[in-house]
């Protein structure tokens, strides 16, 4: 499988999910490799529903990967911004804090027969 998507931010990091592809292969067996597409106007091209999304890829590369303006973009960030959320709506439970990726392929295309 390979996951094809824009660089994050101008440094050409490459995307977040490229740090747990291994995740994806931990939890399915099907080997993965990511692959930077050349422009952020490829993404989901002729895909309305993907509009938003290229536009967050354009949002970042304009910004050197800084979603958050001037504070680097993190884990921590989003975990702060997650946990006020959720204490807002009263939502202490399990889904008051970020999902490891791997946890996350692990809920959405794990089974019983993968490691």
């Known amino acids: 499988m390979t996951f094809h998507a824009p660089v994050w931010g101008a440094d050409e990091n490459p995307s977040f999910v490229i740090l ?11 080997k993965s490799r990511y692959v930077p597409m050349d422009s952020w106007e490829d993404f989901g091209r002729g895909i309305p529903e ?7 890829f354009a ?15 993190t884990t921590k960030n989003s975990a702060v911004l997650k946990k006020a959320a959720s204490e807002a709506k009263e939502n202490l439970g ?22």
């Open 59 to 73: 949002f970042t590369l304009a910004t050197g990967g800084r979603y958050y303006g001037d504070i680097p973009t």
């Open 20 to 30: 747990d592809i291994n995740g994806w292969y931990w939890v399915t067996g099907i």
């Open 94 to 115: 399990p889904d008051a804090k970020l999902l490891p990726l791997i946890h996350w392929f692990r809920v959405k295309f794990g089974n019983s027969t993968v490691r």
């Open 50 to 56: 993907l509009g938003e999304h290229r536009l967050l």
